[in-house]
Nanobody, 115 residues
Framework: QVRLVESGGGLVQAGGSLRLSCAAS????????MAWFRQCPGKQREYVAH???????NYGDSVKGRFTISRDNAKNTLYLQMNTLKPEDTAVYYC?????????WGQGTQVTVSS
């Protein structure tokens, strides 16, 4: 069993930066594929970024060049550095872990970007 806890969300002005963290408990983090998603009220959950167990990364088009996903396997922690934030980045951000055939989600952290 893996438990994911996001933190680092908050209120920031447009153009600002935030760094989200996702702390994982349980075994298997280093061999997991990790990702960030986000969801606005009334909308479907949207893919943000992905980092594989070999640290290869992939980004959604809306965040490419502004967000950076990274991981620290020694700390069992996933990160999302968000720069040049826009009001349309406002959402609840969730981390997801895929370990083998098992999928785990965190509870989410709110990010609000004011114009």
């Amino acid at each position: 069993q893996v438990r994911l806890v996001e933190s680092g969300g908050g209120l920031v002005q447009a153009g600002g930066s935030l760094r989200l963290s996702c702390a994982a408990s349980g075994s298997g983090f280093s061999r997991s594929n990790m990702a960030w998603f986000r969801q606005c009220p009334g909308k479907q959950r949207e893919y943000v970024a992905h980092i594989f167990s070999n640290s290869n990364t992939n980004y959604g088009d809306s965040v490419k060049g502004r967000f950076t996903i990274s991981r620290d396997n020694a700390k069992n922690t996933l990160y999302l550095q968000m720069n040049t934030l826009k009001p349309e980045d406002t959402a609840v951000y969730y981390c997801r872990a895929v370990i083998g055939s098992d999928i785990y989600w965190g509870q989410g952290t709110q990010v609000t970007v004011s114009s």
